[in-house]
């Protein structure tokens, strides 16, 4: 399964299909995985993408 993960602390996103956690690139920070499934976000358009990421995001 294919999941996408987004960073609290920075917003970027993972795709990872192996593991069921994973740690941002960018910071170090441990992810959380996306509700939205892979599927659906790979047919998303940027500024779509945009609001989930916020979301996810810590203020």
Do not use: N
């Amino acid at each position: 399964m294919i999941r996408v993960f987004i960073c609290p602390k920075c917003g970027k996103v993972r795709v990872v299909s192996k593991y069921l956690k994973a740690s941002c690139y960018e910071c170090g920070r441990p992810m959380v995985v996306c509700h939205t499934p892979y599927v659906e976000w790979v047919e998303l358009d940027e500024a779509q993408r945009e609001q989930i990421r916020e979301r996810y995001t810590e203020t």
